[in-house]
């Protein structure tokens, strides 16, 4: 089992950054894939970013240049960098955990970010 809780989300004007952070807690953390996915109103969930155990790093094309992720093994966290926000990134961001060969995943209850003017 592993528990998952965000935060740093928040209302944040077009062209600025946000920091969104992940904790994780109740098994091996450095095992796992780690990832941030949002959702949209009316949309589906959709992968932004993610970061294997080895340090693999994989991003949604459209966040490419401008979101960073990065984990912290020793603090069993996870973090996305976001910069240069655009409307079209508002979203309720979810952290996700996931062993590599399981079915199953983990994830947050999610936090929202609004990008407006």
């Known amino acids: 089992q592993v528990q998952l809780v965000e935060s740093g989300g928040g209302l944040v004007q077009p062209g600025g950054s946000l920091r969104l952070s992940c904790a994780a807690s109740g098994s091996i953390f450095s095992i796992y894939t780690m990832g941030w996915h949002r959702q949209a109103p009316g949309k589906q969930r959709e992968l932004v970013a993610n970061i294997t155990s080895g340090g693999i790093l994989n991003y949604l094309d459209s966040v490419k240049g401008r979101f960073t992720i990065s984990r912290d093994n020793t603090k069993n966290t996870v973090s996305l960098e976001m910069n240069n926000l655009k409307p079209e990134d508002t979203a309720v961001y979810y952290c996700?955990?996931?062993?590599?060969?399981?079915?199953?995943?983990?994830w947050g209850r999610g936090t929202q970010v609004t990008v407006s003017s």
């Open positions: 996700k955990a996931k062993r590599p060969g399981s079915l199953i995943a983990y």
